[in-house]
């Protein structure tokens, strides 16, 4: 049974830092594409970032580019979305989430397993 455990999310102020953390369970990691996604109240959930199961290509949505950084550990089976220069605006539920898709997936669609979620919270 595939398990996403994401961690790292809280209350911070605009300009400030968060690390989150998804712990992953029950698949073979290194063969899985990863992504991070997020849900704001009242709206739809979006893609945030995204990174091949090789590891050595990453992409971004264009709010997030240059403040976020996605990144994995295989040895410990987790994915971390760094977060730098938070804004109100990033405020939402942010899901881990895993795909075997052929090609890296941007959609929520083409993601297999996802986390429960973890709160994020940027005050102005």
């Known amino acids: 049974q595939v398990q996403l455990v994401e961690s790292g999310g809280g209350l911070v102020q605009a300009g400030g830092s968060l690390r989150l953390s998804c712990v992953t369970s029950?698949?073979?990691?290194?063969?899985?594409?990863k992504g991070w996604f997020r849900q704001a109240p009242g709206k739809d959930r979006e893609f945030v970032a995204a990174?091949?199961?090789?590891?050595?290509?990453?992409y971004y949505a264009d709010p997030v580019k240059g403040r976020f950084t996605i990144s994995t550990d295989n040895a410990k089976n987790t994915v971390y979305l760094q977060m730098n220069s938070l804004k109100p605006e990033d405020t939402g539920v942010y899901y881990c989430?895993?795909?075997?898709?052929?090609?890296?997936?941007?959609?929520?669609?083409?993601?297999?397993?996802w986390g429960q979620g973890t709160q994020v919270t940027v005050s102005s």
């Open positions: 029950g698949h073979t990691f290194s063969l899985s594409h």
């Open positions: 989430a895993v795909s075997e898709a052929a090609r890296l997936p941007l959609r929520r669609i083409e993601y297999d397993f």
């Open positions: 990174i091949t199961r090789s590891g050595d290509t990453t």
